[in-house]
């Protein structure tokens, strides 16, 4: 567990001590490097939570928005934080951190803070779109071709790498049917084995597309396509007789100051940092959850960690740092470096609402067809996430655009309770995660606010491929999929 | 926001996008009172919520050109007018033949262009490689470029429009469904919404992809087809395409927002269907047309893909006016481009309905020209 670093990669111009293979985040931390991103309007520094995938994006070897939690770590990478100007190392638009949140409500892109026509316009927009471009376009020698893509005819599709997704695969091809199983992470049930779960090894008849992420149910579930992380790597396209979403369920952030803070990890990203690369989150360490917490506290001392704090998510009242976390307050203050949450989980609808929400404006109101089942813990359901009537202003809903409680209640409070045009107006979810986590926490904040159920309310069009796929990937799937003439 | 609906209207306007409610915003500057707004979906859930945004003057015949000449000189008055920044751009819009033929095609509607006094060029090379230094230039033939083009982002303009809306007393309710229209002898007279009857001076039906149905609840037919065509955007950068960008040779048009997305869209043969998800084709042949016009786009992250509908006209021109079968009874239908043309639609047929008067811009675009004056015959608009 203790292997010595034995190559060095370049983080903003520096050499960095990693071990070959183990992703770029964990070499990272391990370095003691905590801020990755910064967040598009405010600046706010953004790490490695497992939650937010913005917070790990960064430009990898002229290629922009790289996930460094999905990049290894090979001698001589150039890596490179981004939304920076005019280099990493002297930043000055660190100074939007001055900015109070109020300052960039529906901002940017929104024209609140621009001139309204003329020259006057066009220079505001050329700066406010270098700003929220966040990153520069790659660089121009890359000279990437078409990826050509695959095809692939299952009986069954499984979705998801984890004890339930492998033993329904096994079953698959045990009871003479053939099965696929494509998993985003590069290993299996990686969180399972972590957290000392037996797992029933994969039939070698199961075809295994690991690190792969499945985006897309095509034409009611009858196509779905999936992209290596791997740039270099193709698409697929299946076509399943029949689908198994298992998924898993994954911890969703606290709603509390303070949550995108560089130290606030989920259950995942925690336990894969310690277990996968053994760097520890932190020197004092807080777990909180809705039941999952005793466990993972213990599996985490058991791993070598200190973990000073145990307790409930939904007594969280604040996190507190300002370049990482320093303490949070609960029952009482805590001094701690990390905060760990291990739920409320929830289930990430976007596959099966692409499958079953039609009609002119796709509301989730039918059923998931025959061929397509839920599995494992995704098929228990999500947890409901507490959230008070007053959160603080500042607690960050989607880091990704910056958007705040303070922003939300701003239209709430006015009468605005339809969640697609809370979405419309304030650009929540429309950044890297497209819209999970970030519009469960919208519709818990909304629901709060308004003193109703987050079911209660219409869900914003969950819309494949959220950015699983490039350009060149995709390109390499025009001769796979034909039009439905 | 639950206040119950009205009883009786000067104007109902059947459709909250951006045509019903420029025609709205046009109809209360011209001092029109009692307009009533309803729309089944929600606040751009439509069509203008979901198109490319972009915006041009210059077309290949008079009567597009003559239409989207006013619509951008309109779009320069709105920001003002709403009292809201809508961040119209007039960054400039390039059409881009890949083939010879094209390429003349873009010449001739030039001199149609420029006889009616649009700003438009045929770029040089060393103009190309200055105004779109990423792009494949052996892939371009020729670039007509209209520098008076550009985009404006549906959310604010539509934002601008539903304040402008609700501070001047016109009353817009979505996720409210037109269930009936009522006639007494040959012109129209209520709208009903389930069993609520709204007595109506005028209706004005703005209802995308739902007009041919909205018609048959009044007895009359409305040419043209439901379509479905899809878009998609990728993951932010900085900017690379400063111009609005439509390649009629592939049928495809994009450009970069203001918040480094590059959006935009293409069309693959496929059966017509009236659903709103979108399928790999679309995707994979956008993808291909931005690796070989803009390789640096070939890493670039594919952030969401979305369909949207709308109802196109047989000649793919828009259906203007009073219908001939119904008095009071009036439609703007038929878009393709209907968010660029608004402006100009809800400008001529605000003054059409207050006024009675028809604006010589108007009249080509008739919902009986099949019958009389024969489509318009238009070969430079990016549709097939």
Not at chain 1, 330 to 350: F, K, M, Y
Not at chain 2, 92 to 112: F, P, T
Not at chain 2, 128 to 135: E, M, V
Request: charged fraction near 20%; glycine fraction near 10%; charge should be neutral.
């Amino acid at each position: 567990m203790t292997q010595a670093p034995d190559i060095t990669i370049r983080w903003n111009g520096r050499d960095i001590p990693a071990r070959d293979g183990e992703s770029v985040a964990a070499a990272l931390w391990r370095a003691g490097i905590t801020t990755i991103a910064r967040s598009r309007k405010l600046h706010r520094r953004l790490g490695y939570s497992g939650a937010y995938l913005t917070g790990v994006l960064a430009r990898v070897d002229g290629r922009p928005n790289v996930r460094l939690d999905l990049t290894p770590a090979r001698a001589g990478l150039e890596v490179e934080m981004q939304n920076t100007w005019p280099s990493p190392r002297f930043d000055l638009l660190k100074l939007a951190q001055l900015l109070p949140a109020k300052a960039v409500y529906g901002g940017f892109e929104h024209g609140a803070m621009m001139p309204a026509s003329g020259l006057g316009y066009r220079v505001a927009e050329r700066i406010m779109a270098n700003l929220a471009g966040v990153a520069r376009p790659a660089d121009a020698d890359l000279n990437p071709q078409e990826i050509p893509g695959r095809g692939a005819e299952v009986d069954c599709l499984v979705v998801g790498g984890g004890p339930a997704g492998i033993a329904e695969a096994n079953a698959r091809v045990q009871g003479g049917q053939s099965a696929a199983l494509v998993t985003r992470g590069n290993e299996l049930a990686r969180f399972a084995r972590s957290m000392g779960v037996a797992v029933p090894a994969l039939d070698p008849r199961v075809q295994l597309f690991a690190g792969t992420e499945l985006f897309g149910c095509y034409r009611g579930g009858a196509i779905m396509v999936g992209a290596p992380h791997d740039h270099r790597a193709g698409a697929v396209a299946f076509w399943p007789k029949s689908a198994v979403l298992a998924t898993g369920r994954r911890s969703m952030p606290p709603l509390v100051k303070g949550n995108q803070l560089p130290g606030v990890l989920d259950a995942h990203a925690a336990l894969e940092l310690v277990d996968t690369h053994g760097v520890l989150p932190g020197a004092r360490i807080a777990v909180i959850g809705t039941g999952a917490e005793t466990a993972l506290a213990a599996r985490l001392k058991a791993l070598g960690a200190n973990v000073v704090y145990t307790g409930k998510a939904a007594h969280l009242k604040e996190i507190r740092g300002r370049k990482r976390v320093i303490g949070i307050l609960a029952e009482q203050n805590i001094a701690c470096d990390a905060l760990v949450h291990a739920g409320p989980w929830r289930t990430d609808p976007s596959l099966a609402f692409q499958v079953s929400a039609e009609g002119h404006y796709q509301v989730l109101a039918e059923p998931l067809p025959q061929t397509v089942t839920l599995a494992g813990i995704a098929a228990e359901g999500s947890e409901p996430i507490p959230a008070a009537k007053h959160l603080h202003h500042d607690t960050l809903i989607c880091p990704c655009m910056d958007v705040t409680a303070g922003e939300l209640y701003c239209h709430v409070d006015a009468g605005e309770t339809d969640p697609e045009v809370l979405k419309r107006l304030t650009s929540c979810g429309m950044g890297t995660c497209q819209g999970f986590p970030c519009w469960e926490s919208m519709l818990a904040v909304l629901a709060a606010r308004v003193d109703g159920l987050p079911d209660e309310f219409a869900r914003p069009t969950h819309r494949p491929p959220r950015r699983a796929i490039t350009v060149a990937q995709a390109a390499g799937l025009v001769a796979i999929v034909e039009p439905d003439t | 926001m639950n206040a119950p609906l009205p009883k009786r209207a000067s104007v109902v306007i059947i459709g909250g996008g951006v045509q019903g409610l420029s025609c709205a915003f046009n109809l209360a500057e011209l001092g029109q009172r009692n307009i009533l707004v309803l729309d089944v979906g929600y606040w751009q859930g439509g069509a203008s919520g979901r198109n490319g945004t972009l915006i041009r003057p210059g077309f290949a015949s008079v009567a597009w050109t003559e239409l989207f000449k006013l619509t951008v000189a309109e779009w320069g008055t709105w920001s003002k007018r709403l009292g809201e920044n809508i961040m119209f751009t007039q960054r400039g819009y390039s059409v881009v033949a890949e083939k010879e033929k094209s390429a003349a095609m873009l010449e001739e509607g030039l001199r149609v262009q420029r006889s009616l006094g649009v700003n438009s060029r045929m770029l040089t090379r060393a103009e190309i490689n200055d105004l779109l230094p990423a792009i494949n230039k052996s892939r371009v033939h020729a670039v007509q470029h209209q520098p008076d083009g550009g985009v404006a982002p549906h959310h604010a303009v539509m934002k601008g429009l539903l304040a402008f809306c609700k501070r001047n007393g016109v009353d817009v309710r979505y996720r409210t469904k037109v269930t009936g229209l009522e006639r007494t002898g040959d012109r129209i007279s209520a709208v009903m919404v389930g069993d609520h009857r709204i007595d109506a001076d005028c209706v004005l039906a703005c209802a995308g992809p739902n007009n041919p149905d909205i018609a048959a609840l009044a007895g009359v037919e409305l040419n043209g087809f439901g379509m479905r065509i899809e878009a998609m955007a990728l993951e932010p950068t900085r900017p690379l395409i400063k111009p609005a960008i439509a390649l009629i040779d592939s049928l495809a048009y994009f450009h970069q927002t203001s918040r480094g997305e590059i959006m935009g869209g293409t069309e693959v043969p496929e059966r017509p269907r009236m659903s709103l998800k979108a399928d790999v084709p679309v995707m994979a042949s956008m993808a291909k047309i931005y690796l070989e016009m803009f390789p640096q786009l070939g890493e670039v992250r594919i952030l969401r893909h979305w369909a949207g509908q709308l109802h196109a006209s047989s000649d793919f021109a828009p259906l203007m006016g009073e219908h001939p079968e119904l008095q009071d009874f009036w439609f703007s239908a038929g878009w393709s481009y209907g968010f660029a043309g608004a402006p100009a639609a809800g400008k001529l047929l605000a003054q059409a309905i207050k006024t009675g008067q028809i604006d010589h811009r108007l009249k080509p675009f008739a919902l009986n020209r099949f019958e009389t004056t024969g489509p318009i015959i238009e070969a430079g608009i990016v549709m097939a």
